[in-house]
């Protein structure tokens, strides 16, 4: 199933994040995704390394690519925030998430 990816969110963006870091995921989710969107040891490394800008305005987080302006992602969650940008850099703006994955969240 597709989901656009500004609304990816826990199991679904994490195992987004993985594809991204060509991480293998069994499917069933049983435990051995990283857990990029919450885990800042798992998340900061790709912010920094992929140069992710992340500013917060008005309790919303605001994550961006310097060299892809139309690329913003909100999130009350800066590391769901900056997730789903890394996402959306490399995947598009829609992700096709796995059947097992849709019915988790």
Do not use: H
């Amino acid at each position: 199933m597709k989901i656009k990816t500004g609304e990816l969110s826990g199991a679904q963006l994490d195992w987004a994040v993985a594809q991204c870091e060509y991480v293998s995921v069994r499917y069933g989710f049983d435990d051995n995704c990283p857990e990029y969107s919450t885990a800042w040891a798992q998340g900061g490394p790709i912010i920094e390394r992929e140069g992710i800008s992340l500013e917060c305005r008005n309790g919303d987080w605001i994550a961006s690519y310097a060299g892809f302006p139309s690329l913003p992602y909100f999130s009350y969650e800066p590391l769901v925030s900056a997730m789903r940008c890394y996402v959306a850099s490399k995947l598009g703006d829609e992700v096709e998430i796995p059947a097992e994955l849709v019915e988790v969240e």
